[in-house]
């Protein structure tokens, strides 16, 4: 059974268009999270939502709006795409709770490419 | 600004041979450090992790130094095999932030036959 699924796993498409990344995890986490891996393999968080309330908002364009229709599902919407958004978008899971930190689980990205 | 350093950018090293890649931190909040390991085309995955009440952890060939006065740690990888071929990556968090991660900027390893 897959723990992080992303859907698509390509996407390429043309400057200025609106597309959507998705994300579910069957692990059971109540925290997810959006990463961007650049072309330099650089690896950022993005977003992250925790019980469906957004809780981590790095220094993203307001292009980028995450949504979190329950727990188990975390999608990115990307407005009016750029070359620059050219990337590989990761989402990824947590438990979070506390004190304690547990594992981070990774889904197998979306290869997003703008032309 | 970059908040956790990593060294090297790419290591070339033999079969059977010692693999290190070093990182250093500067937030002294930072309370948890793991290594994630991500093949060509897949998502990173957790390797080994340490907190700072420890100065060594070791999990099979793969082992983490730790080093709070200075905070630098590292990853030792004993008897490197083609298959640890991969891109390591450092990283660092505290403990009530919800586990975000701030990564360093990777290593690329490739482990000669």
């Known amino acids: 059974d897959t723990a992080v699924s992303q859907t698509p796993k390509y996407l390429v498409t043309q400057m200025g268009n609106d597309k959507s990344i998705k994300c579910e995890q069957n692990l059971g986490h109540d925290t997810m999270y959006w990463y961007k891996q650049d072309s330099k393999k650089f690896l950022k968080i993005m977003f992250s939502?925790?019980?469906?309330?957004?809780?981590i908002n790095e220094t993203v364009p307001n292009r980028f709006s995450p949504k979190s229709p329950d727990k188990a599902h975390l999608n990115l919407h990307i407005n009016s795409l750029e070359l620059g958004d050219s990337a590989v978008y990761f989402c990824?899971?947590?438990?979070?709770?506390?004190?304690?930190?547990?594992?981070?689980?990774f889904g197998p990205g979306t290869r997003l490419t703008v032309t | 600004q970059q908040q956790v350093k990593q060294s090297p950018q790419s290591l070339i090293v033999q079969k059977g041979g010692i693999s290190i890649i070093n990182c250093a931190y500067e937030n002294t909040a930072f309370d948890y450090f793991p290594w994630y390991q991500q093949f060509p085309g897949k998502g990173p995955a957790l390797l080994i992790a340490i907190r700072p009440d420890v100065s060594e952890k070791k999990e099979g060939r793969f082992t983490i130094s730790f080093n709070k006065s200075a905070k630098q740690f590292s990853l030792h990888i004993m008897d490197s095999q083609p298959g640890d071929s991969a891109t390591y990556f450092c990283?660092?968090?505290?403990?009530?932030?919800?586990?975000?991660?701030?990564f360093g900027a990777g290593t690329r390893l490739a482990v000669h036959p």
């Open positions: 939502y925790n019980n469906k309330e957004l809780i």
């Open positions: 990283a660092a968090t505290s403990s009530g932030g919800y586990n975000k991660l701030i």
């Open positions: 990824a899971s947590s438990q979070v709770g506390g004190q304690n930190i547990y594992e981070q689980y």
